[in-house]
C-alpha cells in the first residue's frame, strides 16, 4: 500500500501538461515563418579552353612522325597539367626537308663495290631527314634557308587552324621544342624572331618569312634537349646580344653525341636559362619525373605571358 500511495501522491503532485489544439474557426497565436523558395545552385562562369600550340623539332636522321612516337609521354602529362589553365597543347611535328642518304648516317659502313645490293642500299632512300647540313670545308650550314621555311610553313598552318576553329589573333605557334639539331633550330628560330634583334637581319629571306608566318609575334618559350651552339661567324647575330626568350635546356651527362661544352655554349648564350642535367645519354627523357620540370616551365612562361597581356 505504501508504494501504491507514493506512486499515487507522484502522480497527482506532478505538474499536469495540456497540450491544446485551436479549434475550427480559431486561429493559433503562434505566427509561422514563412518558407523560403531553395536558392539555386551557383554555377561557374564557362571559361572556354585555349589551345597551345607548339612546334615539336626533330633531331638529325629521324623524321616528325617518328620523333612523336618517341614522345608521346609528353603530350599526355602537358595536357594533365595544363588541363587546370583550361589550356589544351596542341604539339606540331614538322619533318625537315632535307633527305638524308645512308652515307649521312652516323656509323654507316659503306659495303663491298661489288654487291649491287649494297649499292643499292649506299644510295637508296630512307626516312631519314636534316634541318640544315654543315659544309665541312667552310664550317657554315648550308640548306639552313629550307630548314626554316618549313618551320614557317608549319606556323602558318597553325594560324590558319586557329582561325577555323575562331580564334582570335595570327600567330600561329605560342613556342617550340627541340632535339640536338633541332633544338639548335629551335634556340635560333626563337631568337630570330624576337623583336628588335638583327639590325636589317629582318629584311632577309628566311628571316622574314618565318616572322611572318607568325603574325610578327615572338615565342613565348623554347625548349632544347641536347641542342648546341651554332658557330658559323654568319648567325653570330642570334646570339649577341643574348636570346631574351625563356628557354630550358636538358643536357644528358652521359651524352657521347653531343659534348657538354656545345651545349653549354648554347646556354651561356641565353638569358636567365634554366637548365636540367638528366643521368641519361642523347635522347629525350620521358619519364614523369623528367617531363614535369618540362610541363611545368610550359605553365609558367604562358601564365606570366598571360599576366603581363
Request: charged letters at 25%; hydrophobic letters at 35%.
Amino acid at each position: 500500500m505504501e508504494d501504491t500511495d507514493s506512486a499515487h501522491q507522484s502522480a497527482t503532485d506532478s505538474p499536469a501538461t495540456v497540450t491544446s489544439s485551436p479549434q475550427p474557426g480559431q486561429t493559433s497565436s503562434k505566427k509561422q515563418k514563412p518558407q523560403r523558395p531553395p536558392q539555386a545552385q551557383k554555377q561557374k562562369p564557362h571559361v572556354p579552353k585555349k589551345e597551345v600550340r607548339i612546334l615539336m623539332l626533330h633531331g638529325y636522321t629521324q623524321s616528325g612522325p617518328l620523333f612523336r612516337a618517341k614522345t608521346r609521354a609528353l603530350e599526355k602529362l602537358l595536357a594533365k597539367v595544363l588541363a587546370p589553365l583550361n589550356l589544351v597543347p596542341v604539339l606540331l611535328y614538322p619533318t625537315a626537308p632535307n633527305r638524308l642518304s645512308p652515307r649521312d648516317i652516323p656509323g654507316f659502313e659503306v659495303r663491298s663495290p661489288q654487291s649491287e645490293e649494297g649499292d643499292e642500299e649506299e644510295d637508296g632512300e630512307i626516312d631519314s631527314w636534316a634541318w640544315f647540313r654543315k659544309d665541312e670545308a667552310t664550317g657554315s650550314y648550308r640548306l639552313l634557308e629550307e630548314g626554316m621555311s618549313t618551320l614557317a610553313e608549319a606556323m602558318r598552318e597553325g594560324g590558319l587552324a586557329r582561325l577555323e576553329e575562331g580564334e582570335s589573333g595570327g600567330n600561329g605557334v605560342d613556342g617550340v621544342v627541340g632535339f640536338s639539331q633541332g633544338g639548335t633550330m629551335a634556340a635560333m628560330l626563337a631568337s630570330a624572331m624576337e623583336e628588335g634583334r638583327g639590325d636589317g637581319k629582318e629584311e632577309e629571306g628566311w628571316v622574314r618569312t618565318v616572322r611572318e608566318a607568325n603574325g610578327g609575334r615572338p615565342l613565348r618559350f623554347a625548349v632544347v634537349y641536347s641542342g648546341f651552339w651554332a658557330v658559323p661567324a654568319e648567325l653570330g647575330w642570334l646570339y649577341e646580344p643574348k636570346i631574351r626568350t625563356p628557354t630550358l635546356h636538358f643536357l644528358g651527362s652521359l651524352d657521347t653525341v653531343v659534348e657538354e661544352g656545345r651545349s653549354r655554349a648554347l646556354v651561356e648564350r641565353c638569358e636567365d636559362p634554366v637548365v636540367v642535367v638528366h643521368p641519361g645519354g642523347h635522347y629525350v627523357p620521358v619519364s614523369k619525373e623528367w617531363v614535369m620540370p618540362l610541363a611545368g616551365f610550359i605553365r609558367k612562361c604562358l601564365e606570366t605571358g598571360s599576366s603581363s597581356s
